[in-house]
């Protein structure tokens, strides 16, 4: 059959010939070969191991046309329901395999494209969810997310905003089996009250006034992926009792409509708020807190990593600065000292958005300390006047935040994050006042505090 191909076609393709799978892989890794013209009725081998071999080819994602006369239709049908591009009748006219060659090949191509663009795609998504930074807080966080991401358990999400909640969300479902999936996200606070069912679960045309088709929910949105749904807290008492229904029998409709609908998605829940709090005022069902609280990640304040501050910089720094189609070096250390003696209230958002603006005013390829905002360099001398020697009542100043650090310290049993967090100051300026000590009585105190 070879020869016969090759003299017949061999002007638009090459052929090549082989009677082992594995000498078949190795032609399409080798040669390049892009279609396998699989003849069923070969005489290498025994029927079923050539069937055998076909089926792990298609499996493998390999572009294959079969070959076969009548007493094999059924089994080269079968095996196109399974996966092969086409089916070509023994002996074949050249007229049709030159058609069924080129559009096998075209379709070999596209596939590879596909292939191509989809571990752009994977790679692109694993820069997004990748989890910057290497302290302890962080690594605790991205020890969880790799626990939970292939477990399907409901997941909340707690931190302040601007703490990267989205972005553990994001990571749960690329780390998991779930990651070519749709992953939908809801911003459950921005959807108005009257319209947060229909959002969530869809609705039939006429459902009600203003209805004039039938709409897929959010939840069948996100089909077998993963739906977000974040600041879950913001959720009325009633919406709730319908979230517990959905959870609890796995199953939902569409307003206007009684046919049931199988819930497939892995649902991830998040907030900045005190749940706990809010089940204690009656603002939140306690039932629903215990449904989606299974595992809980909580998102650390950027003053509590303080020290990720400047591999989080240098990171936005690279993909802005690529965003902007701007070349950036690095940034001078003035500046990166003032990016952590900040307290960052906005955390790792208002980093982000400080970031971008001095890529926007810096002159030149180093960010300088002239390129960051008014607040930064404000902070920066409030915090050095604070601590000025001397004089009576900047002495007796002094003395008095040494105090309160070292309360701080004690009541935290020596741990500076949180006892810098629980005074509302950054680490940085917590360790000011530890340096500033050393000469004190209280240096002793302030100096044995644990990381």
Known sequence: MQPLLSSGLGNEFQFFLDSTEAGIRSLIEDEGCTVVILDLNSHEGSPKDRIESARRLIASQVTVLVLADDALRVTANELVRGGAYSYCRRPPSLRDMRILLRRAHEAALRKQEFGAAQE??????????KMIGSSEAMQRVAQLIDRVADIDASVLINGESGTGKELVARAIHQRGTRARRPF???????????????????????????????REGFFE???????FLDEIGELSLYTQVKLLRVLQQREFS???????????????????????????????RQDLYYRINVMKIETPTLQEHAEDIPQIATHFLRHYGQLFQKRMNGIEPEALALLQDYHWPGNVRELENVIQRAIILAPGSMLRAEDLPRNL?????????????????????????????????RENNGNKTMAARSLSISRGYLHR?????????????????EV
């Open 120 to 129: 752009r795609l994977d790679e692109a998504a694993g820069e997004r969810t």
């Open 184 to 214: 939908v996200a809801v911003a459950c606070g921005a959807i108005p009250e009257t319209l947060i069912e229909a959002e969530l679960f869809g609705h039939e045309k006429g459902a009600f006034t203003g209805s004039v088709g039938a």
């Open 221 to 227: 949105q996100a089909a077998d992926g993963t739906l």
């Open 254 to 284: 569409r307003l206007g409509s009684n046919r049931l609908v199988p819930l497939r998605a892995r649902l991830i829940f998040a907030t900045h708020r005190d749940l706990g709090e809010l089940v204690a005022q009656g603002k939140f």
């Open 377 to 409: 360099h404000e902070e920066a001398v409030t915090n050095e006047q604070d601590c000025l020697p001397g004089g009576s009542f900047e002495r007796q100043l002094r003395d008095y935040k040494i105090r309160l650090a070292e309360a701080a310290l």
């Open 433 to 449: 006042l530890i340096r500033l000590a050393e000469s004190d009585p209280l240096a002793a105190t302030l100096e044995g505090a």
